[in-house]
Each structure stands twice: as C-alpha cells, then as structure tokens.
C-alpha cells in the first residue's frame, strides 16, 4: 500500500509559479505511472501530467509548455512545477499513481486570482 501526500499548493497571481510535491510513504521505484490530475469547481477530474518510471512524460493540451512534472526516486517525491499560471489553473490538484491508478493523494488547493 502506498500512502501519497501533496504538498505546494496555494494561493498565486496570474503568471505566478507553484511547486507541488507528492510524498510516497514508500518506494516508488516500482511505480510505473505517476501523475498530476485536477479537478475544477463544477467540472470533472481531468489529468494533467503523467511521469512514467522511465522518465517519459505526456501532458494535457492546456499545460504543455508551462507545467513540468518530474520525481525523485531517491526521496520517494514527485513534482510539478507550475509556470505562467493561469485563471483557468485554479483546481484541487491531486497526485496518483499505479498501473491503474489505484493510489490518491488528498489533494492540494490551487488559487489563481487577481
């Protein structure tokens, strides 16, 4: 069983920048697919970026270019650097990971406001 915990999250300009972490309870070596997912006010939960345990990543239409996922295998973390934030940005952002998505995070807030 793997226990995630995000991190990062917050309150931020448009344009600003957020760091979000993921902590695994334990290893992640073993984790093929970890990833970002979000979820807006009245909208449905969408994912957002995806790291495999290679390094190969993908990401959604609306972030490439300004969001970065990567992870740390060493402190069990995975990252996304957000960048050039937008209005649209402001979701609860949750991190997950397995084969079949089967581990969640609780989520972290993400404001973007004027």
């Known amino acids: 069983q793997v226990q995630l915990v995000e991190s990062g999250g917050g309150l931020v300009q448009p344009g600003g920048s957020l760091r979000l972490s993921c902590a695994a309870s334990g290893s992640i070596l073993s984790i093929n697919y970890m990833g970002w997912y979000r979820q807006a006010p009245g909208k449905q939960r969408e994912l957002v970026a995806i790291?495999?345990?290679?390094?190969?990543?993908n990401y959604a239409d609306s972030v490439k270019g300004r969001f970065t996922i990567s992870r740390d295998n060493a402190k069990n973390t995975v990252f996304l650097q957000m960048n050039s934030l937008k209005l649209e940005d402001t979701a609860v952002y949750y991190c997950?990971?397995?084969?079949?998505?089967?581990?969640w995070g609780q989520g972290t807030q993400v404001t973007v406001t004027s």
């Open positions: 790291i495999t345990s290679g390094g190969m990543t």
């Open positions: 997950a990971a397995g084969g079949s998505w089967q581990y």
